[in-house]
């Protein structure tokens, strides 16, 4: 069973291995050529503005690689759902549809282990590269943190470290569910990239914020604008995820602020002040809470997954196929 299973999927597996190793390729050649960039221009191991980071030179490698940064992880970001479009969804639908499942149910195999055979043959080792792709793809990406504006923002976290591997199993699965459910390929890798979006959109703005506790900084406009508005660095890390932003009058009351009401002349501190806040508090996630936060969203994807292919050889079990 595992060599019919293997000669079915070797191909899929052979262009997943190609994509990956393609997509790795360009990441090693722009670490090292953003790595020897820094070096030449006395920005070595910079990752944020800072005293030895100056803000022109920073600019200055973020109109280098902007384009770069932004392209890449948008080709991460489709992998996972192409994937359990292309190698989930027609997992056992493409075979129902075409009958040719009949020929190996008939060959003393169980329907269990027909399932399980396929879906660890299909979906172990694209997890497997995927893993190690979003695993590299936090190396590759360090020299260019500030670029990126740090690893916790959409779409960096979705493309680095633990997640993109979780992701890729959760399309998975939800395809191999799909196909067993609606037996129709066309319409099993609909129902792979509607679910999938719709899962990612929602946890992502309404679960991820409260994975870890946030970090809390309370300062005068003065000091959470000052720097900032001189060209320099914010309050807040620039690498940092900024989750929420509290407004006090001089009294300390919680007042509102109407970002909309600066005539676009003013500076943000001086639109501040004239609206009454006199001090403000902002609430942000710090970088180094990405390993955290990676684990707890990975762990959500994977029990989501867990379920899904539970779903699937459920359906098989108890439906004529």
Known sequence: MLWVAWRQQRLQLLVTALLVAAVASVMLYFRLDAVSYMDDHGIAGCLRIE????????????????TYASVIPMVLLCLPVLLGMFA?????????????????????VSRRRWWATKVLVAGGPVALVMLVLGLGGVWALKPLNHVTRGPLLTPGFETQGLTL?????????????????????????AITLAVYLAVLVSLASAARPHYVAAERI???????TGESERGGRSWVPDDAWR????????????????????DGTETIQTCLTRQGVASQAAEYHPASQFWSMQAVESGVFLALSAGLLALGAWTLRRRAI
């Open 51 to 66: 005293d030895r980071c100056p803000v022109d030179a920073m600019n200055a490698l973020s109109d280098t690689y902007k």
């Open 88 to 108: 989930g969804a027609p997992l056992f639908a493409r075979e129902i549809e075409h009958g040719t499942h009949v020929f190996g149910l008939t060959q003393s």
């Open 165 to 189: 591997a979780a992701y890729t199993v959760l399309a998975f699965a939800i395809g191999v569910a799909a196909g067993l459910l609606f037996r129709n390929t066309v319409t099993a890798m």
């Open 218 to 224: 309370t300062g005068s406009v003065a000091q959470s």
């Open 243 to 262: 989750v929420g932003s509290t407004y006090y009058d001089k009294s300390g009351r919680e007042i509102s602020f109407n970002p909309s009401g600066c």
